[in-house]
């Protein structure tokens, strides 16, 4: 399934602890937190399964949000492609499609990456659309205020129960595609209790990006988690000097002036940075090939 994390990898081995798998992802993801609470910047994690409507969610918050004067800003993850990236800045959202390659989420250095040369300090909310996947991105801190699952009523009303581990890490649930109720054979108080069985805090919101159905209750939620985010008086680049995941040394200037080209892409990486230098806990899965590369750095 996917390279970077090994799922789905028959040949496991046992490796001794020497550090949390994910410590290296946590300290970039804290940086980007770092850098998202300096420029007063609201940062969401939009995860969902192909197809749920993330996308269109994104579209309709638009429309919607445009009477607010709210600028918005994306960047939105494929294994391959920029469409949905080309979508959004049609849609009037300065965006950067990431492309994964054989990633199937996304992680902290891969947005960190995509924050250069884009404007994103120019925005009051910014969207990480993450790969389509109910799996893994559950468990990959991108520095991100809120996680927003999006859950399409067309994927079935048992959906929460298989897949617990996303719904847990949700602040907040849209259900998609709820014009298409009328015609479906489809219960949703079914959807609603099973959300309210593996969600600590359950917090639904049904909407239509088709026909705007539940979008002010959508745009009301974002209004009152975008005003416990302070931005700075006046805003300016921050300009620091840090070693990355890649070993490289350098300063940069995240605050870009310009709108970006639409959809630029950072291209295909098959690996976040780091990922074969994570030490695994003894017991859980880790591929042969993932230890021969350790070996060899």
């Keep these: 399934m ?19 798998i994910l410590a290296g992802n946590d300290r970039a993801a804290a940086h980007n937190r770092e850098h998202f609470l300096e420029q007063g910047v609201l940062a969401l994690n939009l995860m969902g399964s192909p197809g749920s409507g ?20 994306a960047v939105s993850a494929d294994l391959a492609t920029d469409n949905d990236a080309r979508r959004l800045e049609r849609a009037g959202i300065p ?100 959300i309210s069985r593996v969600m600590p805090r ?16 959508w745009i009301d939620w974002l209004d009152q988690l975008r005003r416990s985010v302070k931005r700075p ?15 490289e040394g350098h300063g940069h200037d995240h605050a870009a002036t310009a709108r970006p080209s639409p959809a630029k892409a950072t291209g295909k990486r098959a690996a976040p940075a780091g990922a074969a230098r994570r030490a695994r806990p003894t017991g859980t899965k880790a591929s042969a090939r993932g230890r021969a590369k350790h070996r060899r750095r």
Excluded at 54 to 73: C, D, I, N, Y
Excluded at 101 to 124: E, I, K, M, N, Y
Excluded at 202 to 217: F, K, N, Y
């Design 54 to 73: 993330k996308t269109a969610v994104l579209e309709a918050t638009a429309r919607a949000a445009s009477s607010r004067g709210w600028r918005l800003g």
């Design 202 to 217: 359950p917090q639904v919101i049904e909407v239509s990006a088709r026909t705007g159905q539940g979008l002010d209750g």
């Design 2 to 20: 996917c390279t970077t994390c090994g799922c789905g990898d028959p040949e496991i081995v046992p490796v001794a602890l020497h550090e949390k």
């Design 233 to 247: 008086s006046e805003a300016r680049a921050h300009v620091h000097d840090h070693v990355h995941d890649h070993g």
């Design 95 to 194: 965006s950067k499609a990431i492309t994964t390659g054989q990633a199937c989420h996304l992680d902290a250095d891969l947005v960190h990456r995509s924050l250069h040369g884009f404007p994103w300090q120019a925005t009051d909310v910014f969207f990480i659309e993450n790969v389509g996947n109910l799996v893994c991105p559950a468990i990959y801190d991108l520095g991100q205020r809120a996680n927003v699952v999006v859950l399409s009523i067309t994927e079935g009303e048992d959906k929460p129960l298989k897949y617990p581990v996303m719904f847990k890490a949700a602040d907040l649930v849209l259900l998609t595609k709820c014009d298409l109720a009328p015609h479906l054979e489809v219960d949703l108080r079914a959807i609603h209790d099973a």
